[in-house]
Every structure is written in C-alpha cells, then in structure tokens.
C-alpha cells in the first residue's frame, strides 16, 4: 500500500511540475509574441519605407504570429506607391524604371523561424504562400534613374543579413504588366489564374553570383491555364492554353496556340467588306527552349534557341466576289513583314511538324469553292530574325518544307528570305513528284474551269528568284497522258457541263501530251511582274503557272 502511495504522490508531483513547465512555456511564448509580434509590425512597415526610399507603403488589416507552430500570417496586403514620391524621385531622376504594385487576400509564412530573426537578422523560413495575389507591373522606358544601381542583397544587408524561402507559392494570380516606350506607346499584358512557384529562394551576399541560381532562385515555375486577346480589329480571338514556364530548363511549354475567326465565313464576308483571307489556326504541343526571359520582360526581345510545333491546322479561306481591298500589298512579303514587327525577335530554329494546310477559295465566275490542300507537311525556319546586329551576320531567313499535295504528290520545297534590305527578295526552289494529275480537279474545276481527265506527273522542277515587283526562272516539267476538258457551269445548278468541241480541238490541237516529247525535254524560263494587289504567294504561284502553261502549250500560245 505504501508503494502504490509513494507511486501516486510521485506522478501527482510529476504532472504538477510538468503542467507548471507547460504554462511556463505558454507563458514565455505569449509574451516573446506579444512582444516581437509589436515589433515585426513595426519593422514590417519601416522596413518597406526604407528599402524604397519612401516610395512604397505595406498595408494590411491582421497579422497572426505564433511561435509554437512558426507561422505568421498577413490578411488583405497590399503594397502602395506613393504618387508623390514617385513624382519628385522622376523629376530628381532617381525613379526606378520598374514600378509594381500588388495585394493579396493573405500572406502566410510556414515554418518560420522567429528567434533567428531577432537575434542573427536572418528570415528563414520553409515557405511562403500568398493566396489570390495580384500584381500590377510598369518598366518606365522614359524614367531616367541616375542612383547608383543596387542589388537586393545591397537593399536589405542594412537591416537583414539573409532571406531564405524554401519554397514561394503565389497561388490563382492576376498579372497586368504595361510596357512604357520612350515614344510614350504602351503595350499591355494581362494574365489571369497564374500559378507561381519558386524555389529555393535566396539573398545573401554570395547568391547572386551562384550560377546554379536565377534571379536568387533555384527555380521559377510558371503554369497558366488560358490566356485570350481579341485582335485590335476584333475579327479573332487568339488563345494561348496550358502553358508551362520552366526558367531552370529555359522553356516553355504551351499545349495549343490558336487563331480563331469570331464570324462564320459568312458573317466574316460581311465584316471585312473588302477581299481579305479568313484563318483558323490550331498549333499543338509547343516547346520553346534556351529562352531569354530577362531580355524579354527588361528588353522587350524575344530570343530563343529552337521552337518546335509538334501538329496543326491551318484552313485558310477567300471569297473572291468582295471588292478587292483598296490600296496594294506592296510591302507585305513574309520577310517585310517580319522587319516591321515591333517586338525584336531572334529565334533560331522553327521547326513544325504534321500539320495539314486547307486554302479555299470561292470564284465569282463558277460560285463554287476550289480546294487545295497540303497534308502532313513538316518545316524547318532558321534565322528568324529582325534585329539588325543578327542580320549584319546571318542575312538570310530560310524555310525548308516538305508536305503531300492533295492526295500523294511528294513536295518539297526551299525559300530564302532576304533580310539585309526591305524590297522582298527571295528564292524558290522546289519539286513534286509521282503525283496524279486528277488529284487536282478539286482546285482546278471550281477555280479554272477545267478538268484533268488524265495525267501521269513524273516531276514538276522549278527554281526562281524574286522581289516585290515580279520573279523569273526555271520550270522543268515532266509528265506523260495529259488530256482535259474544258468546262462550263450550269446555269442555276452546282455542276459542270465539258465543252465539247473547244476540249477536242485543245487536246488534239493545242495542247502536249508529254515532255519529253520526241526524246526532248522542253524547259520553260518564265517571267511574271507582280499584281500589287496580289500576295507573295500569287506571285509564286503565278510565276510557276507560267512555266507550266509554257511547257504545254507552247512559248507563244494565244492561250
């Protein structure tokens, strides 16, 4: 009995010594919280007016520290610019060009690790979290900051030694970023529901120049789910989805870029008024590697080692019974175009892969819709480029393509873009091979008016170089078997009635049945001066048209 006693009364002295060590603790850390809670929210607000030179103000309506569990939390933040500092600091030119403001529903930190704070000056803490955040960011082209430059750890080394985040999550965040030229023109960015990670973040003296790190961080990791912009001449919505940032890796990955026409062909016809094409474009699965990001946001640069675009659709379509568009086209060649894009721009290698190109076209003669299309077609882009350094050395944009015309037509084709001057220069050459002629009705009959009954294509050669106002050159076409009917459309109805006697007179008449004939192989040399109203590719098409109907029909056909 008296060793159960002994027992009882030591357990009983034991809880009661242990509760009173408890309530010491509880004690102690209501008080170092109650104590440092006043001075983080001190600090907290001095420490941002003095990092900024006053530029800046930290708001919020609750904080929560507990020392038992390391957290601190921020609810309704908001950082602030004081106008009226970020006034006098541009008239003085000590105004930074990047501006940025934000807010959040809370900012919570996670293991954070207080006594090392007060007593070595080092935040440290496992992660921080920032729910619904949203950030405004400005780059001011026209502020001139004359103050000598500072890097972060230069910022805070007077009043912490070290910021250490295991990881930074800015979770469902709202960006709208303004680029400000020097001629005062703006370029707005808006992303909304961005997901942000960052890790392993940190400053100290020596992260800056750890080559492992980016911006102090092992890793910045960017997610967007969508991201839309309505063309300034609202006929499409263009949509970038799932994006994937890696700045470790250098990359980018988007799951589809498309172009899509807000109007049916129909309602697109009475919106552009005038001849113009119609595009609906799908690019899937695009990976972008050795990207420069910080050229692109401090810059305004796209730079980037390869693209490569893994399949797409690209249906194009035209109606020629609008007017045609006033003006010309003079200036508007691929490499012209490119000279003139605002946003320098430097990549590589382009490279896309099985993608199916559809054109339509409806003729005002026949009112039916000719069809051309390339399927599976793979290209190569290399030098794509507008910055005139890059240009200095590497003058030439080349594209090499290869596709199916039709049905089995094997193409493949080389163009070479001048870029060094802004008068269009070019050069084409290509092949087709093994192909049957009557694969091209579908474009043929609605758009010229005639049918290939029969026709063996051994090999369509062509080469030729070229500018804005015309082209010339080679056209070696091979073929055997070729006879045609010459058509006329049925009034009131969708089909096609042969012109007999002008198709009997043009096949046994006009028209050559083969090359080679009699053992010698004809080549046609033609030469085509651009309608300005038409497009690069007219004039391609129209010069290796004219090869062809040489080749035929003979040099001097009335045809």
Not at 138 to 143: H, K, P, S
Not at 486 to 503: A, C, N, P, V
Request: aromatic letters at 10%.
């Amino acid at each position: 009995m008296e060793r159960k006693s002994f027992i009882r009364r030591f357990w009983k002295k034991a809880l009661i010594i242990l509760a009173s060590f408890i309530l010491l603790i509880m004690a102690t850390a209501w008080y170092l919280a109650h104590r440092w809670d006043k001075q983080i929210r001190i600090q907290l607000k001095s420490y941002v007016l003095d990092m900024s030179d006053s530029l800046y103000n930290l708001r919020y309506d609750q904080m929560h520290l507990n020392l038992i569990t390391g957290s601190l939390a921020l609810e309704k933040v908001s950082l602030v610019k004081d106008s009226a500092v970020y006034a006098r600091l541009q008239q003085e030119h000590r105004a930074p060009r990047f501006i940025y403001t934000f807010s959040a529903d809370e900012i919570s930190l996670k293991y954070f690790k207080v006594w090392r704070y007060f007593h070595k000056k080092q935040l440290s803490a496992t992660s921080l979290v920032l729910r619904n955040p949203s950030f405004v960011l400005e780059l001011n082209t026209q502020n001139i900051d004359t103050t000598k430059p500072r890097n972060a750890y230069q910022n805070i080394s007077k009043k912490i030694s070290s910021i250490h985040l295991g990881n930074l999550v800015l979770d469902n965040t709202n960006l709208k970023y303004t680029y400000i030229k020097k001629d005062s023109s703006l370029i707005y960015t808006q992303l909304n529901e961005l997901s942000v990670q960052v890790k392993d973040f940190l400053i100290d003296s020596v992260a800056l120049q750890d080559p492992t790190r980016f911006l102090y961080a092992r890793n910045y990791i960017l997610d967007l789910k969508n991201y839309q912009y309505r063309t300034p001449d609202s006929l499409y919505w263009m949509h970038v989805r799932d994006v994937h940032y890696s700045a470790e890796d250098r990359s980018i990955k988007i799951g589809q870029f498309q172009v899509a026409p807000r109007y049916n062909r129909e309602q697109f016809d009475i919106k552009s008024v005038y001849q113009r094409d119609r595009f609906d474009v799908h690019l899937n699965n695009i990976d972008i590697t050795n990207l420069e990001p910080r050229l692109l946001l401090e810059d305004q640069i796209f730079q980037a080692g390869k693209v490569v675009i893994n399949s797409g659709n690209l249906d194009i379509y035209h109606n020629r019974n609008l007017p045609p568009s006033p003006g010309n086209k003079l200036g508007k060649f691929p490499n012209q175009i490119l000279l003139k894009v605002a946003l320098p721009i430097n990549i590589d290698t382009i490279v896309g892969k099985r993608t199916d190109i559809l054109y339509t076209e409806i003729n005002p003669k026949s009112q039916e819709a000719g069809k051309l299309s390339f399927k599976q077609v793979h290209g190569i882009f290399r030098n794509v480029t507008n910055i005139d350094t890059v240009i200095a050395r590497k003058p030439m944009l080349t594209i090499d393509l290869d596709a199916v015309l039709m049905k089995s037509g094997k193409l493949k084709a080389h163009f070479g873009f001048g870029l060094k001057n802004n008068n269009g220069a070019f050069s084409v050459t290509g092949q087709v091979k093994d192909m049957d002629g009557k694969e091209l009705n579908p474009v043929l009959k609605p758009l010229g008016m005639v049918e290939v009954k029969s026709c063996k294509i051994n090999d369509l050669s062509f080469s030729m170089t070229g500018n804005e106002q015309g082209a010339k050159g080679e056209v070696k076409f091979l073929y055997s078997d070729l006879k045609v009917s010459i058509l006329k459309k049925e009034e009131g109805s969708h089909e096609f009635k042969k012109k007999g006697l002008i198709s009997f007179i043009a096949n046994m008449l006009v028209i050559k049945d083969e090359n080679p004939g009699k053992g010698q192989v004809r080549i046609a040399h033609p030469k085509y001066t651009r309608d300005p109203n038409k497009s690069f590719f007219n004039l391609v098409w129209k010069t290796l048209f004219t090869g062809i109907k040489e080749t035929v029909l003979g040099e001097h056909s009335p045809i």
